[in-house]
């Protein structure tokens, strides 16, 4: 039976070393001794009686019940530090640190024009930022290692708060002169086979794509299809067949140097950008002031419309 609680400080410790992986570099990352934070390390494993680092291989690797206890830790020491931001009171809205998941079809095209005019009005906001596919930054939501996510809606999400900030349109991205679709006159329905290129599977803007574009037909959906959306453009620029890509993406690196031309394809045809976050989040007010700071930025910058 355990008769005391673990210390923060050990919590702490665990979760860099879940993260990082290796005792030197967590022990760097914790500002401590390698040889300080392996006894606290230790010491946890004794409180708990537990094995929560397997130390055969000459890499850590976490037990699967050092993976349940990390995440809970993680939880843990956000609930600690709401307590202490609660305590200090006089905390600005939107300061300090905050971890904010975005999937790679929205960073490129909000975060360069957005992130500097947020700094402006947010000073004291440490922003840190984590770039991936939809169901990473969940996952690492619902463990603890975000707080926040930017992203495409609909996702099938549960535990989470839902924000919905504004529609992105999408656009037929065809070659200039291209023979493979009259972009002046286009239908889903006249598509040849294989004509369409789209991401992986993976990224939810394939899914997208396909259900606000309406391609129903499999057959026109070419099998090869990109892992990123530079290798995309690349094929559309080669003549290789059209895609579907967000209205945001006009008039970015993206497209720069490409004989890439977008052209809107309907009204009903957008997917939704929204935030995400944990239920029960002693921080919802400020992800629904920085969620409102997107919304304004995206009607301004991007002419994009708000949701109903």
């Known amino acids: 039976m355990i008769n005391r609680s673990p210390t923060i400080k050990q919590l702490r410790y665990f979760v860099a070393l879940a993260e990082h992986g290796h ?16 006894s606290a390390i230790a010491d946890l494993e004794d409180l708990l009686q537990a094995e929560l680092v397997d130390r055969t291989n000459r890499s850590v690797t976490i037990t699967a019940l050092g993976q349940r206890i990390a995440v809970q830790a993680r939880l843990c020491l956000q609930d600690v530090d709401s307590l202490v931001e609660m305590v200090r009171g006089n905390r600005t809205p939107l300061s300090g640190e905050l971890r904010l998941g975005v999937i790679p079809t929205i960073a490129p095209f909000v975060l360069p024009m957005a992130l500097p005019a947020l700094r402006r009005e947010y000073p004291d906001l440490e922003l840190y930022l984590v770039e991936d596919q939809s169901e990473r930054i969940y996952e690492r939501l619902m463990d603890g290692a975000l707080d926040l996510l930017l992203l495409a809606l609909p996702y099938d999400m549960r535990g989470v708060e839902l924000a919905p900030l504004w529609r992105d349109h999408f656009c037929l991205a065809y070659r200039e002169g291209t023979e493979r679709v009259n972009a002046e006159n286009f239908r889903v329905n006249r598509l040849n086979a294989d004509s369409v ?43 290789l067949g059209i895609t579907f890509l967000p209205k945001m993406a006009e008039g970015t690196a993206l497209l720069r140097d490409t004989r890439v031309r977008l052209r809107p394809v309907g009204k009903r045809s957008y997917r939704t950008i929204g935030m995400a976050w944990r239920k029960g989040s002693r921080r919802d007010e400020e992800f629904e002031l920085l969620g409102s700071f997107f919304k304004a930025f995206a009607e301004k910058r991007l002419g994009a419309s708000g949701v109903d």
């Open 197 to 239: 290129l789209l991401l992986e599977d993976g990224h939810c803007l394939r899914d997208h794509a396909l259900e606000a574009c309406r391609i129903r037909d499999s057959q026109n959906v070419r099998p090869f299809a990109a892992n990123s959306l530079l290798t995309l453009v690349e094929m559309v620029d080669a003549d």
């Open 23 to 38: 005792f030197g570099r967590a022990a760097e990352a914790s500002h401590v001794s390698q040889s300080a934070f392996s």
